[in-house]
């Protein structure tokens, strides 16, 4: 299983972004997925998530700025993010749990995300 991020770049303040994560391999089924960051210097954080059934969770920092959708026939997910922040910069990673012979996490190798105020 590899999941690859696209979309990440140098952006100025109040900017627009779509990161996407494309999961491939042999997979029986994607329970959800997500979103961390990290910011330089800075613990990685959960910036939002989405199940299978389409629930969304995101964190208070991104909340009206940030939305995460995703395509279940091309099994990838999208992270709109609007209004962007100095403080959005960071390298973007996302993770899928998934079931392929057994339940596990699967990390992308993340894409940065620069955004210039």
């Known amino acids: 299983v590899q999941l690859v991020e696209s979309g990440g770049g140098l952006v100025q303040a109040g900017g627009s972004l779509r990161l996407s994560c494309a999961v491939s391999g042999s997979i029986f089924s994607i329970h959800s997925m997500g979103w961390y960051r990290q910011a330089p210097g800075k613990q990685r954080e959960l910036v939002a998530t989405i199940t299978n059934a389409g629930s969304t969770n995101f964190a208070d920092s991104v909340k009206g700025r940030f939305t995460i959708s995703g395509n279940s026939t091309k099994n990838t997910m999208y992270l709109q993010i609007d209004s962007l922040k100095a403080e959005d910069t960071g390298v973007y990673y996302c993770?899928?749990?998934?079931?392929?012979?057994?339940?596990?996490?699967?990390w992308g190798q993340g894409t940065q995300v620069t955004v210039s105020s």
């Open positions: 993770y899928a749990d998934v079931t392929d012979w057994r339940r596990k996490d699967y």
